[in-house]
T-cell receptor
Framework: KAGVTQTPRYLIKTRGQQVTLSCSPI?????VSWYQQTPGQGLQFLFE???????NKGNFPGRFSGRQFSNSRSEMNVSTLELGDSALYLC????????????FGSGTRLTVV | GENVEQHPSTLSVQEGDSAVIKCTYS??????FPWYKQELGKRPQLIID?????GEKKDQRIAVTLNKTAKHFSLHITETQPEDSAVYFC?????????????????FGTGTRLQVTL
């Protein structure tokens, strides 16, 4: 079966712009979580969605937001980009939640210049 | 919130030797502990996991042990091979059921870079 698909793979944006990242989970998976990966901070939890509802949120500013659609696809939006937002953004899906095992997508590499 | 500490940050072993990576967690409500392997430029992949009602689990050359009392768990890789070289992340999951819904979150350790030399 198809894995977790993230688009785009690479993105270059300018400070102050906004960006939207997309994630299509494995078919049948209803839980989608987003993580930010940087060399210095490792994998930091952004938020989790389940059946179109945000169930949990990490310690990121309000510039980071997301949503989930009825087909479980999820989008993440970052507004007013800062240089420090440059990172690999990973999406992971699970049947029901974090304690059922996550499958990660290949990520979107965001560079803010 | 949950805090997961992972040691060592780097580990170099010779091919054929064993490697051990240790993690501790802070929240006794954590009930699921997966390990991920991330090769350079690739996505993290789940290699083994253990639930809080189990003390040990094995899958060929890898094994994970869990000590709930001490709140620590470890990854053991035996007979290491060059293709085991990667960054390994431990994680702990809490699944709570507050009124009106269920919240789950996977908290990761900071990673261990394993290098298997010939």
């Amino acid at each position: 079966k198809a894995g977790v698909t993230q688009t785009p793979r690479y993105l270059i944006k300018t400070r102050g712009q906004q960006v939207t990242l997309s994630c299509s989970p494995i078919s049948g998976h209803r839980s989608v979580s987003w993580y930010q990966q940087t060399p210095g901070q490792g994998l930091q939890f952004l938020f989790e969605y389940f059946s179109e509802t945000q169930r949990n949120k990490g310690n990121f500013p309000g510039r980071f937001s997301g949503r989930q659609f009825s087909n479980s696809r999820s989008e993440m939006n970052v507004s007013t980009l800062e240089l420090g937002d440059s990172a690999l953004y990973l999406c992971a899906s699970s049947w029901r939640g974090s304690d059922y095992g996550y499958t990660f997508g290949s990520g979107t590499r965001l560079t803010v210049v | 919130g949950e805090n997961v500490e992972q040691h060592p940050s780097t580990l170099s072993v010779q091919e054929g030797d064993s490697a051990v990576i240790k993690c501790t967690y802070s929240d006794s409500a954590s009930n699921y502990f997966p390990w991920y392997k991330q090769e350079l430029g690739k996505r993290p992949q789940l290699i083994i996991d253990i639930r809080s009602n189990v003390g040990e689990k094995k899958d060929q050359r890898i094994a994970v042990t869990l000590n709930k009392t001490a709140k620590h768990f470890s990854l053991h890789i035996t007979e290491t091979q060059p293709e085991d070289s990667a960054v390994y992340f431990c994680a702990a999951s809490i699944r709570r059921s507050p009124m009106g819904g269920t919240a789950s979150k996977l908290t990761f350790g900071t990673g261990t870079r394993l290098q298997v030399t010939l």
